[in-house]
C-alpha cells in the first residue's frame, strides 16, 4: 500500500507539472516583470489532497522555483481538518482520504508574500450504464471507419452538473486515449469545442444516452485494429469544467494550425489572489468492452 501512494503521488505531481507549464507560460506572456506564487491541485475521491505551489516562471526557464516551507490548513465543509505534510518537489499532501459530496478549502500561507485561499467541491461520482458499442459505425470525411459508443447517464433535471468522459483503449503496456472522430451528439455540439467535456443543461428528462465516435489508433494493412475499451466518465465541479474548456483554448491559441499566429486567453483560475486552479472531480470506470 505504501509502495501505491508514493506511485499515485509521482503520477499526480506529473500531472500537475503539466498544468503549470501552460499556466508559466502564460504569465510570463502577461506579466513578464512579475513573481507571484502559483497553487494547483486537481483532485479525487479515495485519495489524498495533494497541492504544488511554486512560483512564476519564464518561458525560457527549465525548472520551476517550488516553494518549501508553505503553509497550508486544511478544511472540510469549513471545518478545519490538519495542516498539509510538505512531501518534496514543490508537493504538500494530506494524510487524509477525500471523500465525495463535500467541500473542501485550503488556507496557503507562503512566508513574505501572502495568504491564499481556495475552495472546491468533490462532486458524487455518477454510473455509466446501458453501454453500447458500435464496431463499424460509419465512415469520416477522409474515408476511415469509426466506431461508436453510447451510454447512458442517469439525470437529475432540477440540479445542474459537469461531466467529463473519457474512452480509452486497454494495452498490455499502457492505456492510450482513443481518437475523436467528428461529433453527432446534441449536447456535445452545443459545447462549442471538439472535447468530451459537458454539461446537463441539455439533458431532457431522467436519463441521457450520449454517443461518441471515435477512431482505432493503430492499424494493419490499412485496416483499423479494434482494441478493448474502457469508459471513464468523471462527475466534476463548475472549476473543473470551465479549467478544461479554458485550457483547450489556450493550448489552440498558442499551437495554432501553421498558417495562423499564435493568440494567448487567459486560463481559467478559482485561487484568490493568485494564479493556479484549485478542483475536484469523481469517477466510475466501467468494466473492458471488448469490440
Known amino acids: 500500500m505504501k509502495h501505491f501512494t508514493i506511485v499515485y503521488k509521482i503520477f499526480i505531481y506529473l500531472g500537475i507539472i503539466s498544468v503549470l507549464i501552460s499556466c508559466r507560460d502564460l504569465v510570463q506572456d502577461q506579466f513578464p516583470d512579475i513573481q507571484k506564487v502559483v497553487i494547483n491541485s486537481i483532485f479525487s475521491s479515495q485519495q489524498e489532497l495533494i497541492i504544488h505551489v511554486s512560483f512564476t516562471a519564464k518561458m525560457n526557464d527549465t525548472t520551476f522555483q517550488n516553494i518549501e516551507n508553505a503553509s497550508i490548513k486544511m478544511y472540510k465543509d469549513d471545518q478545519y481538518v490538519e495542516n498539509l505534510i510538505y512531501i518534496g518537489e514543490g508537493c504538500y499532501s494530506s494524510s487524509d482520504l477525500l471523500e465525495e459530496n463535500h467541500k473542501y478549502s485550503c488556507e496557503i500561507t507562503v512566508p513574505n508574500q501572502g495568504t491564499y485561499y481556495c475552495s472546491d467541491f468533490l462532486p458524487k461520482k455518477q454510473i455509466i450504464s446501458n453501454i453500447k458499442h458500435v464496431k463499424i459505425a460509419g465512415i469520416t470525411d477522409e474515408g476511415e471507419l469509426y466506431s461508436s459508443i453510447t451510454v447512458k447517464i442517469e439525470n437529475q433535471e432540477n440540479e445542474r452538473k459537469y461531466y467529463q468522459l473519457i474512452i480509452k483503449e486497454v494495452n498490455e503496456n499502457e492505456n492510450s486515449y482513443v481518437n ?16 468530451l467535456v459537458f454539461s446537463n443543461e441539455n439533458f431532457n428528462g431522467n436519463s441521457y444516452n450520449m ?29 473543473y469544467y470551465q479549467y478544461l474548456k479554458s485550457m483547450y483554448i489556450y493550448q489552440q491559441g498558442i499551437y495554432p494550425n501553421f498558417d495562423n499566429t499564435p ?29
Not at 493568440?263 to 469490440?291: E, H, K, V
Request: proline share 7%; glycine share 6%; hydrophobic share 35%.
Open 180 to 195: 475523436l472522430a467528428q461529433f453527432t451528439d446534441p449536447v456535445l455540439i452545443s459545447e462549442g469545442l471538439p472535447i
Open 263 to 291: 493568440t494567448y486567453s487567459n486560463i481559467y483560475s478559482n485561487i484568490q489572489g493568485t494564479y493556479g486552479i484549485f478542483a475536484g472531480y469523481s469517477y466510475f470506470l466501467s468494466d473492458t468492452i471488448i469490440p
Open 211 to 239: 454517443t461518441v465516435n471515435y477512431t482505432a489508433t493503430s492499424f494493419s494493412n490499412y485496416q483499423p485494429i479494434f482494441k478493448p475499451i474502457q469508459v471513464e466518465l468523471r462527475s466534476i465541479s463548475y472549476n
